[in-house]
């Protein structure tokens, strides 16, 4: 059964999640310097969580139009194609040319509806960034929590990736130390195992849209 939310392993993801190498098609970076990079990936996570704020809480929108407006801002800020080939590992070789379009157009739906459970603990609490450090010759990793009163805050840890035109994506966002990215490929490879990838796409299908 599906996890409508990621809340285990933690501390097993958090430490995987930095450890993990995420392969993608994006071309190399250009060159910048340390801290320009780290500055733009902090600023990248600002802004991408300001973003997903306004999406979240327009008064102005129904439910699901926020919710819409919140999945053109993930889309808009996540390394969309990047993830969706890393959650299906090999599987994604194998596939035809049926089940890969099908696949490529029900899983944005599907990750940013998982995402706006994750954004609900975190929408309108203010960020304070803690730590950010380079990972790798591309990524940037912007460690920041979220004050709440009474509670402890919510850590998050963004990922973020700088393409050669000088656009920065998230290629992971983990939320107090679990990442939906490497959750749910373990989940879709025991998935696609067990019942196989046309049941996998169905259930996504499903879930996206729901």
Do not use: C
Not at 138 to 143: A, G, L
Not at 179 to 198: P, Q, T, W
């Amino acid at each position: 059964m599906f996890m409508s939310r990621v809340r285990i392993l933690a501390a097993l993801i958090a430490a995987a999640s930095v450890a993990a190498p995420v392969h993608a098609q994006e071309t190399e970076p250009a060159e910048t310097t340390e801290g320009a990079r780290i500055d733009a990936a902090i600023e990248f996570a600002k802004a991408l969580t300001a973003d997903a704020t306004t999406a979240l809480t327009d008064e102005t929108a129904t439910e699901d139009q926020r919710l819409e407006n919140f999945r053109v801002v993930l889309s808009d800020g996540l390394a969309l194609t990047t993830i969706g080939k890393f959650m299906l590992g090999d599987t994604r070789n194998a596939m035809s040319e049926e089940q890969t379009a099908r696949y490529e157009a029900i899983f944005p739906k599907y990750i940013t509806k998982l995402y706006a459970e994750q954004f609900d603990e975190i929408v309108g609490k203010p960020l304070e960034v803690i730590d950010a450090k380079e990972f790798g010759a591309r990524d940037v990793i912007v460690r920041t929590q979220f004050e709440r009163k009474d509670q402890a805050p919510i850590m998050v840890d963004w990922r973020v990736r700088q393409l050669r035109s000088g656009e920065h994506k998230a290629i992971d966002i983990i939320v107090s130390g679990v990442s939906i990215m490497l959750v749910k490929r373990e989940e879709f490879s025991s998935f696609i195992a067990m019942n196989g990838v046309d049941a996998l796409l169905e259930r996504l299908e499903q879930d996206g849209t729901a």
